[in-house]
């Protein structure tokens, strides 16, 4: 079935480091990927998304490229605050599908 | 974005005991509830989705009888744990789907940890 692997956390990273978080998939057809972030006594909100290959999703600051060559979706932001200080989620929800498929989260830490 | 609310956020229950948890979508209707439930370190499983006004759907392996979910109206869904145990401690989390306005995009409430004596 459809799955999300994404890179074990914590990842800890002084203010205006660059930030890489990689996530991969397996899927049939041609799923959604999202990036949902996750801080600190909230909800998860909607980061990003890209719907389909080479499709580029950006939100403050963060990109991610959808990958099908590489069945990637990585995170990256060029310089991290300590605002982005949070748990980071990879999804995918497959072609026609209902249902979101998140990876394990990675935690993030950012040091001033 | 919408915003979906849960209540409570926190609660510790004696083992035996039922606990009910609410979730809320505050400025949208919600065709479709979700509920997932997360393990520390561990991803969202998801558990179950719900339509408003018909028996919700459960993923395998959850029992049915033991998470009872209730989708009574458009900004109201509700997940009892029946005869909770220890192994039902855990994070609860639900996400909430409209049509129109909110779209197809899922939104997602702050989670309930659950905590069974």
């Known amino acids: 079935g459809d799955s999300v692997t994404q890179m074990e956390g914590p990842v800890t990273l002084s203010e205006e480091a660059f930030l890489t978080i990689n996530c991969t998939y397996t899927?049939?057809?041609?799923?959604?990927l999202f990036w949902y972030v996750q801080y600190p006594g909230e909800g998860l909100q909607l980061l990003l998304k890209?719907?389909?290959?080479?499709d580029k999703g950006s939100n403050k600051g963060f990109e991610a490229t959808y990958r099908k060559e590489t069945t990637s979706f990585h995170l990256e932001k060029g310089s991290v605050q300590v605002s982005d200080s949070a748990v980071y989620f990879c999804?995918?929800?497959?072609?026609?599908?209902?249902?979101?498929?998140f990876g394990a989260g990675t935690r993030l830490f950012v040091k001033a | 974005g919408a915003v979906v609310s849960q209540h409570p956020s926190w609660v510790i229950c004696k083992s035996g005991t039922s606990v009910k948890i609410e979730c809320r979508s505050l400025?949208?209707?919600?065709?479709?509830m979700f509920w997932y439930r997360q393990f520390p370190k561990q991803s969202l499983m998801l558990m179950a989705t719900?339509?408003?006004?018909?028996?919700?759907?459960?993923e395998q392996g959850v029992e049915k009888d033991k998470f009872l979910i209730n989708h009574a109206s458009l900004t109201l869904s509700t997940l009892t744990v029946t005869s909770a145990h220890p192994e039902d401690s855990s994070f609860y989390i639900c996400?909430?789907?409209?049509?129109?306005?909110?779209?197809?995009?899922?939104?997602f409430g702050p989670g309930t940890r659950l905590t069974v004596l």
């Open positions: 899927a049939t057809g041609y799923p959604s």
């Open positions: 996400s909430a789907r409209g049509d129109g306005g909110a779209g197809n995009e899922q939104f």
């Open positions: 890209a719907t389909k290959a080479d």
């Open positions: 999804a995918l929800k497959g072609t026609g599908g209902f249902k979101t498929i």
């Open positions: 400025d949208f209707q919600a065709t479709t």
């Open positions: 719900s339509n408003e006004g018909s028996k919700a759907t459960y």
